[in-house]
């Protein structure tokens, strides 16, 4: 049994990626499509193209894709900003409203499944060194 970290995220990642796509393909959605409806519902601020990208870590041709997909299967409008015209606010379309909280409940079950297996400080402990994985391993 290997004992790499990478492999046991990795493995991990997997099972989480799974329930995901599980529960999005109910609606007719990817599991991508699932955790940016549920990330534009819970922002309070303004969402454009780079904010995504930056928040799921992903580049910018893929980024290009999704929200096409998107937009073209009506889940999300963007919107020509004033004061700069190339950029476009994401915003949900009516149809991803309708998912709004049914999505928003299962991703918070899940949330709460996955931290269950640790203790409140673990928790804690475990969260702060996800957000770190990435930004270490960039450099």
């Known amino acids: 049994m290997p004992s790499d970290v990478a492999h046991l995220i990795k ?7 799974r329930g995901i796509n599980t529960f ?16 534009l519902s819970e922002s309070t601020d303004n969402i454009y193209q780079k904010d995504i ?18 937009e073209k299967d009506d889940l999300i409008t963007r919107l020509s900003v004033t004061s700069d015209s190339r950029l476009k606010k994401i915003v949900l379309s009516d149809k991803s409203k309708v998912m709004e909280q049914p999505i928003d409940q ?3 079950e899940n949330n ?11 928790r804690r402990s475990f969260v702060r060194a996800l957000k770190k994985i990435p930004q270490k391993l960039k450099k």
């Open 11 to 17: 493995v991990a990642s997997n099972e989480i990626s």
């Open 112 to 122: 709460q499944k996955i931290l269950s297996t640790l203790g409140t400080l673990e």
């Open 53 to 70: 990208e930056k928040e799921f870590n992903i580049r910018r041709p893929t980024a290009t894709n999704i929200l096409k997909t998107m």
């Open 106 to 108: 299962f991703m918070s």
């Open 24 to 39: 999005a393909h109910k609606y007719g959605l990817t599991g991508t499509q699932v955790q940016i409806i549920h990330y």
